[in-house]
T-cell receptor, first 113, second 115 residues
C-alpha cells in the first residue's frame, strides 16, 4: 500500500537555525510528493510539491528534493523564523484518476526568538 | 476570492445522534474531497467527488458515514448514530479538476466532539 513516514515532533529550534524534517514514503506506482503546512488556527495549505524524481520543490525559503533512490522528500529551510511555527505534513498521491492524498502524521515545529 | 468554507466550525453531540457537516467548495471547482484528522489516525482520506458523483468512497470508515454533493457544489457529510471514536476534525478540500496537477485547497475544518 501507500504510506508516508515522517519524524516525530515537536521540533524545537531557535530563530535562524537550520531546519530538516525527514519524510520517507512507500508507494505502488510513481507518486507525486507534497509538503502541506497548518498554521495555528488555519487550514492546511500546500507549501511545495514535486512530481518526478530529482525535482526540487521550493516556496517561502523551504525546499524539498524528490529522491527516488532513497524514497525520501525531506523538508529543509536554511534559517527559520518564529512565523514558521506550524505543523508540517508530508503527503503523496499516486494518480489513480484523481489526487488521493496520503498524509504522514505531521511534525510540529516550534521556533523561539 | 472566497476559499473553501465549512460549517459548523465546532459541533458537540451526544453518542447515538446523527450529525451533518457542510462544505462549500471554491466556485468552479469540480473535484471535492473529505478527509478526517484524528489523534489516533492522523489525516485520512474519506471520499472524493467529481461533480455530483463519488467514484471513490473507499475511505469511509463504516456504513454510518455517507456523503452527497448537489449541483456540483455544496457537499454534506452525514454521520449516523455517532460514536465517540468519530470525534475528529473533518476537513473538506476542492480542486479545479481531479487531475493530479491541480492543487487541493482546504477548508478550516469542522471539529466534531461526540460525548
Amino acid at each position: 500500500g501507500n504510506s508516508v513516514t515522517q519524524m516525530e515532533g515537536p521540533v524545537t529550534l531557535s530563530e535562524e537555525a537550520f531546519l530538516t524534517i525527514n519524510c520517507t514514503y512507500t508507494a505502488t506506482g510513481y507518486p507525486s510528493l507534497f509538503w502541506y503546512v497548518q498554521y495555528p488556527g488555519e487550514g492546511l495549505q500546500l507549501l511545495l510539491k514535486a512530481t518526478k524524481a530529482d525535482d526540487k520543490g521550493s516556496n517561502k525559503g523551504f525546499e524539498a528534493t524528490y529522491r527516488k533512490e532513497t524514497t525520501s522528500f525531506h523538508l529543509e529551510k536554511g534559517s527559520v523564523q518564529v512565523s514558521d511555527s506550524a505543523v508540517y505534513f508530508c503527503a503523496l498521491s499516486v494518480d489513480t484518476g484523481f489526487q488521493k492524498l496520503v498524509f504522514g502524521t505531521g511534525t510540529r515545529l516550534l521556533v523561539s526568538p | 476570492g472566497a476559499g473553501v468554507s465549512q460549517s459548523p466550525s465546532n459541533k458537540v453531540t451526544e453518542k447515538g445522534k446523527d450529525v451533518e457537516l457542510r462544505c462549500d467548495p471554491i466556485s468552479g471547482h469540480t473535484a471535492l474531497y473529505w478527509y478526517r484528522q484524528s489523534l489516533g489516525q492522523g489525516l485520512e482520506f474519506l471520499i472524493y467527488f467529481q461533480g455530483n458523483s463519488a467514484p471513490d468512497k473507499s475511505g469511509l470508515p463504516s456504513d454510518r458515514f455517507s456523503a452527497e454533493r448537489t449541483g456540483g457544489s455544496v457537499s454534506t457529510l452525514t454521520i449516523q448514530r455517532t460514536q465517540q471514536e468519530d470525534s475528529a476534525v473533518y476537513l473538506c478540500a476542492s480542486s479545479l479538476t481531479s487531475g493530479s496537477h491541480h492543487e487541493q485547497f482546504f477548508g478550516p475544518g469542522t471539529r466534531l466532539t461526540v460525548l
